[in-house]
């Protein structure tokens, strides 16, 4: 059977339609009542999802809607009055108004929401460069959602349950041990321009924002695809395959500076590449989920 399956997918592949068996799968598994979270996550581990299918699924692993299909309609009902309580609240307090960027309003929302939401103006500038990496992920959420209730929950979300300083620092720790394995000559220069101790900003948006604002949204909505599916430390393996791709450019830099504000945002026209790359040794990892698997 698994040999049968597997012959079908390369002859897909071979013609064009990969990912066709895998739509297919995917839709059966959305006809179950309750939904299973667990064969869900398995799938974001294995395959991307495609578009369409990408808001419920996305919505269903994180526990913005329950299980059950019938409660949805009147479970987004409630976020969405949720959202406008939180905004209207904002705007009674004067934080935000029309002219007020949507990732901003999101982040004023999710502070106080969390009840960290300062009143006076000093306060509430440390409390959002504190939370800077949240609007790189609302920004990306509204890129990929059109519906801004699913936008806002998904990045809370994310936020809550996915980034953790712990991770930050574990993944940071290793991005430098595989880079001394993998290119002591890049080390060396990171480590002679001041770089390396001064990775914090990088490594917050990397790690602590996992890619969002320094990866277009379309290719990194296939990195939080297993994200989601369970796989926390994927961004490690795309920090690699981006400064090995761009270690030419990198040895040519000598500026901290310069050198900073490259590693914040990811070439464009060649960020698909880098994600797909990345996603292979991942793969070929053997899927990695855990900490200690790194």
């Known amino acids: 059977m698994a040999d049968g399956r597997n012959f079908r997918s390369h002859y897909y592949e071979k013609v064009g339609f990969r990912g066709v068996e895998e739509k297919k799968s995917l839709q059966i598994l959305l006809k179950d009542d309750p939904l299973d979270v667990g064969k869900l996550s398995m799938f974001c581990l294995r395959f991307p999802l495609p578009a369409m299918f990408r808001p419920l699924v996305w919505k269903v692993i994180l526990g913005i809607v329950p299980p059950h299909p019938t409660t949805h309609d009147f479970v987004m009902q409630q976020r969405r009055e949720q959202c406008n309580d939180l905004r209207g609240a904002l705007r009674v307090m004067g934080l935000v108004d029309d002219g007020t960027p949507l990732s901003n309003e999101f982040l004023k929302m999710f502070l106080l929401e969390e009840r960290r939401l300062p009143l006076e103006d000093d306060q509430l500038n440390i409390e959002c460069l504190e939370e800077e990496s949240f609007v790189s992920l609302a920004e990306t959420a509204t890129d990929i959602f059109d519906d801004e209730v699913d936008a806002y929950w998904i990045a809370v979300k994310i936020r809550r349950q996915l980034i953790e300083k712990d991770f930050i620092l574990q993944l940071s720790q290793r991005f430098v041990t595989q880079l001394q394995k993998d290119d002591p000559q890049l080390i060396r220069h990171l480590e002679s321009t001041g770089t390396l101790s001064r990775m914090g900003p990088v490594y917050k948006a990397w790690f602590g924002g996992i890619f969002a604002g320094v990866i277009p949204s379309g290719p990194l909505g296939?990195?939080?695809?297993?994200?989601?599916?369970?796989?926390?430390?994927?961004?490690?393996?795309?920090?690699?395959?981006?400064?090995?791709?761009?270690?030419?450019?990198?040895?040519?830099?000598?500026?901290?500076?310069?050198?900073?504000?490259?590693?914040?945002?990811?070439?464009?026209?060649?960020?698909?590449m880098l994600v797909n790359e990345a996603i292979e040794r991942w793969e070929s990892s053997g899927n990695q989920t855990k900490p200690d698997a790194l």
């Open 222 to 272: 296939r990195v939080w695809d297993r994200l989601l599916g369970g796989a926390v430390y994927i961004t490690a393996y795309v920090a690699q395959v981006f400064v090995l791709t761009y270690r030419r450019q990198l040895l040519g830099m000598a500026k901290y500076d310069a050198i900073l504000k490259f590693l914040l945002k990811v070439p464009p026209d060649s960020a698909e």
